[in-house]
């Protein structure tokens, strides 16, 4: 078997053999690393920032992180648990911690590792805005989309080799216009819009978790209309960029929270803060 074939081969039993389920969408995802391996590096890694950076404790600001993170982290496992997902979370580590910074960011490591920075504190405005991110944040390490990112970048790795190996044999322009071509259309064609998917996914998931909590959904929209007049228009067009635009959250946002009331409202909850 020759080395082209030997490398398709072997991707193609990497992917099949390598497949989580997404409890929140049931549908079959990337894992080509488990998170026996990720989530110890998150863990550490998640340790050294908090040790390079200015972490801010006591504050009332401080203080509201800790405590939507924790009511959020709860309705995760009231939502996990009443849909037959009993210990999903045994290995998550949960840490919310407000870090000072200027830049309008908050992430979520895989495990349930969180950073909140104080740039976003403006833009989020109350604590049901900071639930609305906190939300997104926490659903994008419940879906396990770090983990399925690592595993499509080195489906990436082995595609690339193997369109280098395939054109090997050509004159070395073919071999540029072939790389250049395979570099284009898997940013643009797969790899940025796998990331937009994610950030879609985290959004619906996260507006559920945040009405379980008790925040209002409706209030999601209202805070991405708030950093769309923050960006000031400068974002890049949405097929360039690793997020939907602005426009496309908040009309989703929108026609998605009538679902996560009713989503809230099975758990007995149907009041809002």
Same mark, same amino acid.
């Given at each position: 078997? @020759?080395?082209?074939?030997?490398?398709?081969?072997?991707?193609?039993?990497?992917?099949?053999?390598?497949?989580?389920?997404n409890p929140f969408t049931g549908k079959q995802t990337l894992a080509l690393v488990p998170n026996s391996q990720i989530l110890p590096m998150a863990f *550490?890694?998640? @340790? *050294?920032?908090?040790?390079?950076?200015?972490?801010?404790?006591?504050?009332?600001?401080?203080?509201? #992180?800790?405590?939507?993170?924790?009511? #959020? %982290?709860?309705?995760?496992?009231?939502?996990?648990? %009443?849909?037959?997902?009993?210990?999903?979370?045994?290995?998550?580590?949960?840490?919310?911690?407000?870090?000072?910074?200027? @830049? +309008?960011?908050?992430?979520?490591?895989?495990?349930?590792?969180? +950073?909140?920075?104080?740039?976003?504190?403006? #833009?989020?405005? @109350?604590?049901?805005?900071?639930?609305?991110?906190?939300?997104?944040?926490?659903?994008?390490?419940?879906?396990?989309?770090?983990?399925?990112?690592?595993?499509?970048?080195? #489906?990436?790795?082995?595609?690339?080799?193997?369109?280098?190996? %395939?054109?090997?044999?050509?004159?070395?322009?073919?071999?540029?216009?072939?790389?250049? %071509?395979?570099?284009?259309?898997?940013?643009?064609?797969?790899?940025?819009?796998?990331?937009?998917?994610?950030?879609?996914e985290a959004d619906r998931i996260g507006l559920q978790l945040m009405a379980i909590a008790g925040y209002n959904p409706d209030e999601a929209a209202e805070?991405?209309k708030r950093m769309k007049a923050n960006s000031g228009g400068q974002a890049p067009p949405e097929f360039m960029s690793t997020h939907p635009s602005s426009?496309?959250?908040?009309?989703?946002?929108?026609?998605?929270?009538?679902?996560?009331?009713?989503?809230?409202?099975?758990?007995?909850?149907?009041?809002?803060?």
């Amino acid at each position: 078997m @020759n080395t082209r074939k030997s490398i398709v081969l072997l991707g193609t039993v990497l992917l099949f053999m390598s497949c989580a389920t997404n409890p929140f969408t049931g549908k079959q995802t990337l894992a080509l690393v488990p998170n026996s391996q990720i989530l110890p590096m998150a863990f *550490q890694q998640y @340790n *050294q920032f908090l040790g390079e950076n200015k972490v801010i404790k006591g504050t009332s600001d401080a203080q509201m #992180i800790t405590r939507v993170g924790q009511k #959020i %982290a709860k309705a995760s496992e009231r939502w996990l648990n %009443a849909n037959g997902y009993q210990g999903y979370l045994k290995d998550y580590k949960w840490e919310y911690n407000l870090v000072e910074d200027k @830049n +309008v960011n908050a992430w979520c490591m895989p495990g349930g590792k969180i +950073v909140f920075y104080t740039g976003i504190l403006p #833009i989020a405005k @109350n604590e049901t805005g900071i639930a609305a991110v906190m939300g997104h944040e926490v659903a994008h390490a419940l879906a396990n989309h770090g983990q399925q990112r690592m595993s499509a970048g080195q #489906i990436q790795q082995v595609a690339g080799a193997a369109t280098a190996i %395939a054109v090997s044999g050509k004159d070395q322009k073919t071999q540029q216009i072939v790389g250049t %071509a395979f570099g284009l259309g898997s940013q643009f064609g797969v790899m940025l819009p796998f990331s937009r998917s994610h950030e879609t996914e985290a959004d619906r998931i996260g507006l559920q978790l945040m009405a379980i909590a008790g925040y209002n959904p409706d209030e999601a929209a209202e805070l991405w209309k708030r950093m769309k007049a923050n960006s000031g228009g400068q974002a890049p067009p949405e097929f360039m960029s690793t997020h939907p635009s602005s426009d496309t959250r908040i009309a989703n946002l929108t026609a998605w929270a009538p679902a996560a009331r009713a989503e809230a409202k099975k758990f007995g909850v149907t009041t809002f803060k």
